[in-house]
């Protein structure tokens, strides 16, 4: 069965120290892996999508990378408005559907 | 180029009651999926619609519907409402069936008493 599991459930940090997002999958057949943001009351925002084992992506203080079994979400010198939910998910070669993790919350304290 | 509008935005209704819940796609998409998303759980697959039909579907009952019109907006229906189908549901719109980005709205929170 496909799944999609995403560690720590919940995060607090103080603005600047860095940490991890962890999102471990187990699918048939990856199509690809998608990163969204989502914050309170509103829809998921599309981050990044990965692609193949060993691929990363950037964009301002967050960066993707992909293995085979995990991917992971870094979060550099956080700033308070990158509190939010952090989604993961799989979209599999055998369907159209995404399946989502359950976010990992983040609260970045002033 | 307009976002993806649902509504309504909040909804309270009574075991055993009909709700319809409405979606309009971003400009250029032809693709519409409609998702669930319990507090405190990441989104579940509801269905997909491509140009008017059912494209795949998830593990919910048949007293879950929907439709695409040909402006490729949708409309998402639940018959006999349950309390567990409180929820918020989400609509994303993507420019294809095949399409590996999708474009959510904000949702509609559902509320069964």
């Known amino acids: 069965e496909d799944q999609v599991t995403q560690s720590p459930e919940a995060l607090r940090l103080q603005e600047g120290e860095s940490s991890s997002l962890n999102c471990s999958y187990t699918?048939?057949?990856?199509?690809?892996l998608f990163w969204y943001r989502q914050d309170p009351g509103k829809g998921p925002e599309f981050l990044f999508t990965?692609?193949?084992a060993g691929e990363e992506k950037e964009k301002e203080r967050l960066k993707a990378t992909l293995t085979k079994k995990e991917s992971f979400l870094h979060i550099t010198a956080p700033k308070p408005e990158d509190s939010a939910t952090y989604l993961c998910?799989?979209?599999?070669?055998?369907?159209?559907?995404?399946?989502f993790g359950t976010g990992t919350s983040l609260t970045v304290i002033p | 180029e307009t976002g993806v509008t649902q509504s309504p935005t909040h909804l309270i209704k009574t075991r055993g009651q009909q709700v319809t819940l409405r979606c309009s796609s971003q400009?250029?998409?032809?693709?519409v999926s409609w998702y669930q998303q319990a507090l405190g759980q990441g989104p579940q697959f509801i269905f997909q619609?491509?140009?008017?039909?059912?494209?795949g579907r998830g593990n919910f009952p048949p007293r879950f519907s929907g439709l695409q019109f040909p402006n490729y907006s949708s409309e998402l229906n639940v018959n006999a409402l349950e309390l567990d189908d409180s929820a918020l549901y989400l609509c994303?719109?993507?420019?294809?069936?095949?399409?590996?980005?999708?474009?959510f709205g904000s949702g509609t929170q559902l509320s069964v008493l």
């Open positions: 998910a799989v979209q599999t070669n055998t369907g159209n559907q995404f399946y």
């Open positions: 699918v048939s057949g990856l199509r690809g």
């Open positions: 619609y491509y140009r008017e039909e059912e494209n």
């Open positions: 994303a719109s993507s420019r294809d069936r095949g399409s590996e980005k999708l474009f």
């Open positions: 990965l692609y193949s």
């Open positions: 400009s250029g998409h032809n693709t």
